[in-house]
DNA sequence: TGTAGCATGTAAGCCGTTACATGATTGA
DNA sequence: TCAATCATGTAACGGCTTACATGCTACA
């Protein structure tokens, strides 16, 4: 049980933990790729496929997982499920206040806008335009997503989330064109 | 020139050539691990010391920085400088419309809530206000080093960056309050 | 006198990515 | 029939962390 797994392990589990209590069938390597893609990658990250072979592997080794090949038929797959064990496991690190770490943010706009007095100010301007831009390609998608999550019980959670996340893309669009501004209203370099 | 560097690579190089601009003494890697404790940890991340000095011998061997070992009197050390050669590389770096990325989010308080129909409620809000209280102090982190960059023109990109930073923080703040407001106002879960 | 801070490194190992490799099934 | 999608893996490698190891210097 104290099991010292990754995040993105207990992610995955979290995963099979939400597909058990909807249905019975278990999911596959791919598609629990699908769904990592469609709401683990705004709040932590989407794994490569190579890795959730991996990490399957290992929660199943530990007997957090059970995998059933199927292959009646069809071509063979395996479907994995989560175990009483792998839910009393991801129920112990969710409580665990240790465990509540501060988020982890790389700002690679943020990093270069730090060294902004290195570029022409036209250079900055379009960085930050194109952040924009890609920002609301970004709220676009997890706004599709937040539509499919309606308002059925089962996905409050995460339906709470994806506002969160719609919440924090809104006020970064705020802040970035505010920013702008400021930039655009400054007297350029002396050099 | 073309040399394919990591970013926290080109954070380092920033450092060193925002040295460069106000002194001529150059820097060791322990002063390096300082400056990135105090403004890229916001933003990047604040590398070890491990990596801090495998990272400047990458450099050094590429040429975009110097190092001239200081040993008269004092304890011997290295101290780095950037190149003309490190100064034209990052300016590239900075102004490729391609290296422009999206933000990487890694933020384990979401990833749990995204489970919080596992966990009790008192848990869930426990692991909120947990949250908000670690949000402050880093604020409060930032907040000190906004003030140490006072209204000085040579600092003024790095003092926008914390303003950016801070609005972020309270933007979070203003989230989760009210995310803990619902979840409080919802009737309990019917299990 | 001793401890905190200055200063530099090596080694082991994890997490995660990209590239590579394979092959079945569905549908246009 | 051919391309897209489903499906599973291995190998190599990079980035970063922790732990380990060393020793000087300022100052209380």
């Known amino acids: 049980m104290t099991a010292e797994l990754s995040p993105t392990s207990y992610a995955l589990l979290g995963l099979l933990a939400f597909d058990a209590s909807t249905s019975e069938s278990g999911l596959t390597g791919y598609e629990l ?3 990592a893609d469609r709401t683990l990658r ?3 990250v989407s794994p490569a496929m190579s890795q959730i072979y991996t990490e399957l ?4 080794g530990r007997g957090l997982v059970v995998s059933t090949d199927v292959s009646e038929g069809k071509r063979p797959s395996r479907h994995f499920s989560i175990t009483p064990e ?3 496991c991801l129920r112990a690190w969710l409580t665990d206040p240790d465990e509540s770490l501060f988020p982890t943010l790389k700002h690679p706009v943020a990093l270069r806008l730090l060294m902004g007095a290195l570029a022409s100010p036209e250079d900055v301007d379009r960085m930050l335009s194109q952040y924009l831009e890609r920002l609301a390609e970004r709220k676009a ?3 599709a997503v937040r539509e499919m999550l309606a308002d059925r019980r089962e996905v409050r959670f995460p339906a709470r989330v994806a506002d969160w996340g719609l919440s924090y893309y809104e006020s970064e669009r705020d802040i970035v064109e505010r920013l702008r501004e400021q930039i655009a209203a ?4 002396a050099t």
Chains 1, 2 share one sequence.
């Open 33 to 35: 790729k699908q769904r």
């Open 42 to 44: 705004f709040y932590w």
């Open 57 to 60: 592997d290992r929660l199943d």
């Open 86 to 88: 792998g839910l009393a």
């Open 141 to 143: 998608e997890l706004e």
């Open 186 to 189: 400054e007297p350029p370099d």
